[in-house]
């Protein structure tokens, strides 16, 4: 059903549910509704008043989540700090490449978003191997392999096999998140927990960490709308 809140249409969905013991909201963020949850013995209309007092919950919950990225001709992304324009370039058989700020998306349309992601990923690549190489020098360290990531609950890992893993989505953030996160998974190679003397290490080689870890939070849904 379709609620009215200051002249905003928010939809709410009713799922009637044998085993919730009471009415309850969540947020379907891929459709950008809310859910309202029925258990059997509640009659639907007390549960609709429930969820028409927590309209402006709803409502603020909604409006937070972020638009997906629209892949189109001239649509800019920033990147590493950078700000690119993406050009259709039309060519069926090339590959993408950026060259000066505009990143050239060669096929249809549809496939824009995996051309973009494969361009951005192999351009952040040598970013981070570098970075790792300058923080591994500091500390008089040495790493065995980088592996690029994408999960979305962990920025990095650093294994007991010296194996760097980064989530090279970062890149689409503010780049002293990704900095830090290279730093931090680096300063592993000396501590492999997180104790005082290895938070000591981190600000030895990146003195800034507090602020890059407060910008690291909530910053998932950001750097995944791409
Ligand atoms: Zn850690």
Same mark, same amino acid.
């Given at each position: 059903?379709?609620?009215?809140?200051?002249?905003?249409?928010? $939809?709410?969905?009713?799922?009637?549910?044998?085993?919730?013991?009471?009415?309850?909201?969540?947020?379907?963020?891929?459709?950008?509704?809310?859910?309202?949850?029925?258990?059997?013995?509640?009659?639907?209309?007390?549960?609709?008043?429930?969820?028409?007092?927590?309209?402006?919950?709803?409502?603020?919950?909604?409006?937070?989540?972020?638009?997906?990225?629209?892949?189109?001709?001239?649509? $800019?992304?920033? &990147?590493?700090?950078?700000?690119?324009?993406?050009?259709?370039?039309?060519?069926?058989?090339?590959?993408?490449?950026? $060259?000066?700020?505009?990143? &050239?998306?060669?096929?249809?349309?549809?496939?824009?978003?995996?051309?973009?992601?494969?361009?951005?990923?192999?351009?952040?690549?040598?970013?981070?191997?570098?970075?790792?190489?300058?923080?591994?020098?500091?500390?008089?360290?040495?790493?065995?392999?980088?592996?690029?990531?994408?999960?979305?609950?962990?920025?990095?890992?650093?294994?007991?096999?010296?194996?760097?893993?980064?989530?090279?989505?970062?890149? &689409?953030?503010?780049?002293?998140?990704?900095?830090?996160?290279?730093?931090?998974?680096?300063?592993?190679?000396?501590?492999?927990?997180?104790?005082?003397?290895?938070?000591?290490?981190?600000?030895?080689?990146?003195?800034?960490?507090?602020?890059? $870890?407060?910008?690291?939070?909530?910053?998932?849904?950001?750097?995944?709308?791409?």
């Amino acid at each position: 059903m379709i609620f009215d809140f200051e002249n905003h249409k928010i $939809e709410v969905r009713i799922e009637n549910s044998v085993r919730a013991k009471y009415v309850r909201l969540k947020i379907d963020r891929k459709n950008k509704c809310a859910v309202l949850v029925v258990p059997r013995r509640v009659k639907t209309e007390k549960a609709i008043e429930f969820a028409q007092s927590k309209i402006y919950w709803i409502y603020s919950q909604i409006s937070k989540i972020p638009e997906d990225f629209k892949y189109c001709e001239g649509a $800019e992304i920033s &990147f590493l700090g950078q700000k690119y324009t993406l050009h259709l370039c039309g060519d069926l058989y090339s590959l993408p490449k950026i $060259e000066e700020n505009i990143l &050239f998306i060669p096929g249809k349309i549809e496939f824009a978003r995996v051309h973009v992601l494969e361009a951005l990923k192999r351009l952040v690549k040598p970013y981070i191997v570098q970075k790792i190489q300058d923080f591994c020098q500091e500390l008089g360290v040495t790493f065995s392999r980088v592996r690029l990531t994408e999960t979305k609950s962990r920025w990095g890992s650093c294994s007991s096999k010296k194996v760097i893993s980064i989530c090279w989505r970062l890149g &689409f953030a503010d780049p002293a998140c990704l900095d830090y996160v290279i730093a931090h998974e680096v300063a592993h190679l000396k501590e492999l927990n997180h104790s005082v003397k290895f938070w000591k290490i981190v600000g030895q080689i990146y003195p800034n960490y507090l602020l890059s $870890e407060k910008k690291l939070k909530g910053l998932s849904k950001e750097v995944f709308r791409f």
